[in-house]
Every structure is written in C-alpha cells, then in structure tokens.
C-alpha cells in the first residue's frame, strides 16, 4: 500500500469517533516501534517528521525508510507527515519529495519562535493548501502559539496570551480550507509541560470544548500531548539519568478532547523517555556491552510498548482494516470537486 492522505485518516477517525496518534521519528528504530505496534494493535498511523528530524535523517533516508514501512506491512493505513512546517518553501519541499500531509505552522514567523499575525498565518497557510490540494495531499495548520500557561514559558511571553480564540479560529478555518487545526491550550512540547497534575487553570479543555462547537466539522490537533508518565522518569533516574518532577497531558484529558473533536495526537517526547530509559537500564546493568544493537532493540521494544498503549487509549486500535485508501490522485480530485468537506 502506498503512504496515504492523512485527510482520509481523521474523516475516518471523525466517523469512528477516535483520536489517532501521530508519532515523531528520526530513525529506522523509530519507525519499526511504530509500525509494529500497528500491527499489533491494527491501528492506522501517522508517522511525522520535524524540521530536525529531516536534517538529522538527510530526509531521503527517512523517506525511504517509510517507503519499507509500506512494503512490510502493507495492512496498515499510513501517513508521511511534516510536523511544524516553518514556511511554504518546507513544506513544498516535503510534498514534493512524497509527504502525504504537511503542517504549515504559520503562527509563528519563519525563524519557529516570533509570534506571527492572524494576517500572515491566513496568507501562508492559504498557500500551502493550494499547492497540497492539487496533489491531493493533506493540511494541518496552527492558530494561537503553543507554550505554557503555568510558567508563561514557550512562544514569546505569557502563554495565556497565545491560547486559541473561538472566534479566530472558526475566521482561520474559513479564510484557509485547511484539512486539521492545531490549537493551542496551554500545552508545551518536551517533558517540563506542568509542576502539578494540570487543572482547568492550566490546561484550557473548556477553550477546546468551545472550538469544537463552533468548528464542528474541523479536525482538531492536540500537540505537546506527551502524558510524560513518572515510571518512565523514574526508569531515566533509577540509571543514572537526571530528570526533575514533572507533569504532562493526563490521557483522560486527551480523551475527552477525543469526545470534542480531537482526531491528531501528537506524541514524541514519551517515546523519548522510554528509549532513553531502556538504553540507560543496559548501560548501567551490563556495562561490558557495546553492540549496538543490544541497547536498541531494548529501546524500540519499549517505545513500542508506549506506542500501543497509546493507540489503544486513543481509540485507533482495532481500525486499521476498515477501509481501502484513496490514491492521492482521487483526493486531488475530491479537493477539486469540493467533495471533501472543509
Ligand atoms: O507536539 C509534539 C510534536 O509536534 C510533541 O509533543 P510532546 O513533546 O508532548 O511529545
Ligand atoms: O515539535 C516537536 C517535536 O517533538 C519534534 O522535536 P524536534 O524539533 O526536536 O525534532
Ligand atoms: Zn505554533
Ligand atoms: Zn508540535
């Protein structure tokens, strides 16, 4: 099977009432925990890849590395996604080298940190899903920054500032046609989101709830969506690792976006905690070892163990088979007729 449109996924996902984790990857141990967890779970996925991630992998390694994901397991749905798209020229790029679905995150300027205007990430954004529609490929924008409301850390000051407005992003979806929407709520990438387990005060549900009413239709994404779970801090710290207390996203949290319209989940720093665990755990128990691949197969087991977890808890388990893909010729066709519903 050929990679697929992420579109069709979420339409799917909407009509099952399911979240679908999109998973970060920079490597083939990466990709093999993800995809094996699939098989496992027979869920489709969404594999992405950052603006890093592509730099580190030389991106053709990495797309050719998902082009042996499609070979090998040709039962499961999946998607090549670029994940924070800084500008037009990265993602055109990325849909030109074979990415099914791209992120424009045009709330932020080019440089990936000054907060951009509503003006800016409406004209980016609108440009990027012209040129992904024609060739059928999917698109995912942001409004509102990510970045923490405790601390008012992340994308340029007080995180409240930069949590989503209702009223803009039901403007943004109208002015772009993009496929999905990431809003921002008061998550943050990487393991430090919250110092206590967060409340209302700081993990805005009620804001998500609202732009689901008023977006019905819209796909919505849940970035910075790491649960950041102690056992895979105290693994890190039991081996010699030196991480803080820290909180993430609850997944009951994350399934209760599910219920209001949440179909993306993205995913990428729990499956950094456990790597890191089990490569420490050999290191520290066998220091005698240095084949390499005595620690990773190790680290892929347990970023496979999370993954499947994680499919299971969004839902996505048990979909993989439930329908044949649309060629993204079709899908070109579909934008074109305006049969996919905006
Ligand atoms: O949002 C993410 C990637 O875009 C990942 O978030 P985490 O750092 O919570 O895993
Ligand atoms: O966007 C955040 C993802 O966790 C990717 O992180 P990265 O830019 O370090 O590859
Ligand atoms: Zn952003
Ligand atoms: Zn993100």
Redesign the pocket.
């Known amino acids: 099977m050929a990679l697929v449109s992420m579109r069709q996924l979420l339409d799917e996902a909407a009509k099952g009432g399911y979240g679908i984790g999109a998973f970060?990857v920079n490597n083939m141990e990466q990709i093999q925990s993800i995809m094996e967890a699939a098989r496992e779970t027979k869920s489709p996925v969404i594999v992405?890849a950052?603006r890093g991630a592509r730099a580190y992998s030389q991106d053709r390694f990495l797309y050719h590395l998902m082009l042996a994901a499609t070979e090998i397991y040709p039962e499961i749905p999946t998607v090549l996604h670029l994940?924070?798209g800084n500008s037009p020229a990265t993602c055109i790029s990325a849909i030109d080298m074979g990415f099914t679905s791209v992120m424009m995150d045009g709330s932020l300027m080019e440089d990936g940190k000054t907060p951009s205007s509503f003006e800016h990430n409406v004209a980016v954004t609108k440009e990027v899903v012209e040129y992904a529609h024609a060739r059928g490929v999917t698109v995912e924008a942001e409004i509102g920054c990510l970045g923490g409301i405790e601390d008012g850390h992340g994308s340029g000051g007080s995180g409240l500032d930069h949590v989503t407005d209702p009223a803009q992003a039901e403007d943004f979806v109208k002015a772009t046609g993009c496929d999905a929407l990431a809003i921002a709520i008061g998550?943050s990438?990487?393991a430090y989101?919250f110092t206590r387990k967060p409340d209302g005060d700081v993990l805005k549900m009620d804001i998500l709830i609202e732009i689901h009413k008023r977006l019905p239709t819209t796909h919505l994404v849940m970035?910075?969506?790491?649960s950041v779970p102690k056992e895979l801090i105290d693994i890190i710290n039991q081996y010699g690792g030196k991480m803080k207390t820290t909180f993430?996203v609850p997944v009951e949290e994350i399934q209760l976006g599910i219920k209001n319209g949440v179909r993306k989940v993205?995913?990428?720093?729990?499956n950094r905690l456990a790597i890191t665990g089990a490569i420490r755990k050999v290191f520290v128990e066998t220091p005698e070892k240095f084949d390499p691949r005595d620690y990773l197969k190790p680290a892929r087991e347990a970023m496979k163990k999370v993954v499947a977890e994680r499919m299971v808890q969004f839902g996505q388990a048990g979909h993989a088979g439930d329908y044949t893909s649309i060629p993204l010729s079709e899908m070109a066709e579909m934008y074109k007729k305006q049969l996919v519903n905006a």
């Open positions: 970060n992405q950052s994940d924070h998550t990438h990487g989101k970035h910075g969506s790491s993430g993205n995913v990428d720093t729990d």
